[in-house]
């Protein structure tokens, strides 16, 4: 392998002990920030007894990072809009936003240098990928306050590509502007990773030019990854990131070697956790992703709860060369586990589980319906003519430990969503 590096690669091959150094240097400084420079942050640090002013003064780095308070999505729609921002607005040159489903979004706000951050962290993961100066990519994510589409041509042009900013849906443009513009590289949400592959095989052509995809913004299981290296005939990378901590790519994404996420370390500092204890886990252990970051400015993130479940793969060199932290691809969210007549899931399973049945396409709903307090469960699926409800039935039996009820639908009969895909619903069949 010949590892590719955006221009500051001696940051991505930092031996162990000196990036070690950057972080504690850089976790001070954070601590600095957010208590000198936010009352909700400040108040945030007294609730758990520390004394905001006097705790940069003392504080080690990272081996006293676990005295600090964790802080989740609740304490960015508590502060909306801009209640834990660590600058005056005057300083402030762009925001994005996510909605979830409950509640005040969650917004983001940035400096020039926190700008400067992410385009840097994606431009790190154009280079990673194997893109070089010139390359056309095709962002496909929509351009707005989903942090997708601007994220990833902020990094794009840092890493000197020429970007064909698409935004998302109408596919058959898509095809055509890759085709007339020698698209190398697409970038978008996982889902829309499929619907391209659909649309190529629906009018029977390729795309002679493309041999990179970079997906990610939702669960995205081994099945689902190879169906897109196949069927595209291209090299897929998982990128990572969210609103808090900046945006994609913020968070890294898998090398060439495949084998986990590579966090960039000097930027975020990763713990896994146990959801229910709050403690720190083995390596190894699948638990709720904790991020710090190191470098932002307007509105830094401390021990945020992300609600990601994921293990730390290895804190080894990694065979590109890089020396920062792999984690497993991310798995499900807290928030995602479904519990059915006893038995706990995640989606992602139901996906993977779908996935190893021949003819099974990847678009399926989980329905779970609710009468008088009982939960149970139909998953519907499309597929290709010859498999049948049973076939999908008895795998799904044989892998998740209960028999779903379900349907099997033809090709394009499942409902699609812009952006990222909705994959669970929930119906009430109780009588008013
Ligand atoms: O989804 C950022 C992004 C955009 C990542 C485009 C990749 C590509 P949010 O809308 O704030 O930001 O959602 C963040 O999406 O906490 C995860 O639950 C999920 N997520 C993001 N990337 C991945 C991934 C963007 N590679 C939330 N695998 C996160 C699995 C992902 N889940």
Redesign the pocket.
Known sequence: MRPTYFNDHVQETLPLASLRRLQDERLRQTVLRVTTGNVYYRKLFESVGLDASGIAANFRGIEDITKLPTTSKDDFRKSYPLGMCCVPKMELREMHM?SGSTGSP?VMPYTVNDLNQWAMCMARCYRMAGTQPGDVIQIT?TFGL???GF??YHGARAADLFVVPTGSGNTERQIRLAKDFGTRIF????SYGIRLLEALEASGSKLESLEIG???????TAGLKERLTNGLGIEVF???????TG???T?GMDCPAHCG?HVWEDQYYAEVINPATGGNVPDGTIGELVITSLQREALPVIRFR???LTSIVSRDVCECGRTHVRIA??SG?TDDMLIIKGVNFFPSQVEQALLEIPGVLPHYQIIIEETDGVKDIRVNVEVESGVTGFVVEKHLKEKLGFSPKGDVFKAGELPRQDG?AQRVFYKSNDKK
């Open positions: 996510s969650i994510p989903f942090n997708g994220g990833m970038g978008g949400v996982a970079i997906f990610g913004a939702e669960t995205f998982d990128i990572y990131g969210m609103t808090e945006g994609v790519g968070l996420i992300t609600g990601d691809p991310i969210r990222k």
